[in-house]
């Protein structure tokens, strides 16, 4: 089974760097898209970008570029999110997810959305 | 980018009832790469529909998902109990892979 185990919530002063982790406790990894998603206090969800750890192609969404780093290593079958410096707006809680797309079990080129989240990082930003 | 406006925002409904929620999008959507997810209070959000009308594995069959280019429909046929929370629509079929702002179905 699939589980995505992200790392515990962080709380951080304005200008503070940050790097939090997302880990795939099954085998989709490196195979497969990975995605962090936003989500600030009483809002909706937004895509932050994604990798795919295979090769490390990355795509940012125009709102997140330049402001977050996404990484992958493939060995720890781990993927990153970084900050060099935290603003209060980076308040939020994060969720890495599996997808939308990757080979499958049966080594075929699956796209089904994002099917496996994590339980979400909280990250408090305030001074 | 694909901007997902979704309506209505809040929709009041009693258990047993049928429920329908709509997603459209401000140009089509790549081979109906639409997904649809739920989201309860604490909990990461789930996945319930991908590829506009498949339903993932686990889900209930009384959620159904159609629609094609740019408007896409989400439908409980008959609501349960644990599912009064809030649904989100996301294309992924050309990066950004944006969400919609959500719809909130409560109980009425």
């Known amino acids: 089974e699939v589980q995505l185990v992200q790392s515990g919530a962080e709380v951080k002063k304005p200008g503070e760097s940050l790097k939090i982790s997302c880990k795939d406790s099954?085998?989709?990894?490196?195979?497969?898209?990975i995605g962090w998603v936003r989500q600030m206090p009483g809002k909706g969800l937004e895509w932050m970008g994604s990798?795919?750890?295979?090769?490390?192609?990355?795509r940012y969404s125009p709102s997140f570029q330049g402001q977050v780093t996404i990484s992958a290593d493939k060995f720890i079958s781990t993927v990153y999110l970084q900050w060099r410096s935290l603003k209060a707006s980076d308040t939020a809680m994060y969720y890495c997810?599996?997808?939308?797309?990757?080979?499958?079990?049966?080594?075929?080129?699956?796209?089904?959305?994002?099917?496996?989240w994590g339980q979400g990082t909280t990250v408090t930003v305030s001074s | 980018e694909i901007v997902l406006t979704q309506s209505p925002g809040t929709l009041s409904l009693s258990p047993g009832e049928r429920a329908t929620l709509s997603c459209r999008a401000s140009?089509?959507?790549?081979?109906?790469?639409l997904a649809w997810y739920q989201q309860k209070p604490g909990q990461a959000p789930r996945l319930l529909i991908y590829?506009?009308?498949s339903r993932a594995t686990g889900i209930p069959d009384r959620f159904s998902g159609s629609g094609s280019g740019t408007d896409f429909t989400l439908t409980i046929s008959r609501l349960e109990p644990e599912d009064f929370a809030v649904y989100y629509c996301?294309?992924?079929?050309?990066?950004?892979?944006?969400f919609g702002q959500g719809t909130k179905l409560e109980i009425k």
């Open positions: 997810a599996r997808g939308p797309s990757g080979y499958d079990g049966s080594g075929y080129w699956s796209i089904k959305g994002m099917d496996v």
């Open positions: 996301q294309q992924y079929g050309s990066s950004p892979y944006t």
């Open positions: 990798i795919y750890p295979g090769d490390s192609d990355t």
């Open positions: 140009q089509s959507v790549s081979s109906n790469s």
């Open positions: 099954g085998n989709s990894f490196p195979s497969y898209w």
């Open positions: 590829g506009a009308s």
